[in-house]
C-alpha cells in the first residue's frame, strides 16, 4: 500500500508565497514521475506540474515562472514552491506520483488566496 501525504497548505494573499511537501510511502519500489494537480471549485482538475526521476520540469502555462517543482528520490519527496500567488491559485492541491504502473494521490491540501 502506498502513502501519500502533503502539507504546507493555507491562506496567504496575492503576491505571496506557499511552499507545499509531499512525502511518499509504503510499498513503493521506483517513483517514475511526480506531479502537482490542482482543482478550483466548479472547475476541471489540471495538472500544475511534474517531474520526472530524472529531474526533467514541466509546468502549466499559468504557472511559469512562478511555481517551482523538485523532488528529493532518496526521501521519496515532492515540493512546490509557490510565488507571486494570484487569487486564480485557489484550489485544492494533490500530490500524485505514478508507480509501477499505477497513479497514486494524496488526499489534497487546500491553498487559498485573498485579494
Known amino acids: 500500500q502506498v502513502q501519500l501525504v502533503e502539507s504546507g497548505g493555507g491562506l496567504v494573499q496575492a503576491g505571496g508565497s506557499l511552499r507545499l511537501s509531499c512525502t511518499a510511502s509504503?510499498?513503493?519500489?521506483?517513483?517514475?514521475?511526480m506531479a502537482w494537480h490542482r482543482q478550483a471549485p466548479g472547475k476541471k482538475r489540471e495538472v500544475v506540474a511534474s517531474i520526472t526521476s530524472g529531474g526533467s520540469t514541466n509546468y502549466a502555462d499559468s504557472v511559469k515562472g512562478r511555481f517551482t517543482i523538485s523532488r528529493d528520490n532518496a526521501k521519496n519527496t515532492v515540493s512546490l514552491q509557490m510565488n507571486s500567488l494570484k487569487p486564480e491559485d485557489t484550489a485544492v492541491y494533490y500530490c500524485?506520483?505514478?508507480?509501477?504502473?499505477?497513479?497514486?494521490w494524496g488526499k489534497g491540501t487546500q491553498v487559498t488566496v485573498s485579494s
Open positions: 509504503g510499498n513503493i519500489f521506483k517513483i517514475n514521475v
Open positions: 500524485v506520483i505514478s508507480a509501477t504502473s499505477s497513479f497514486y
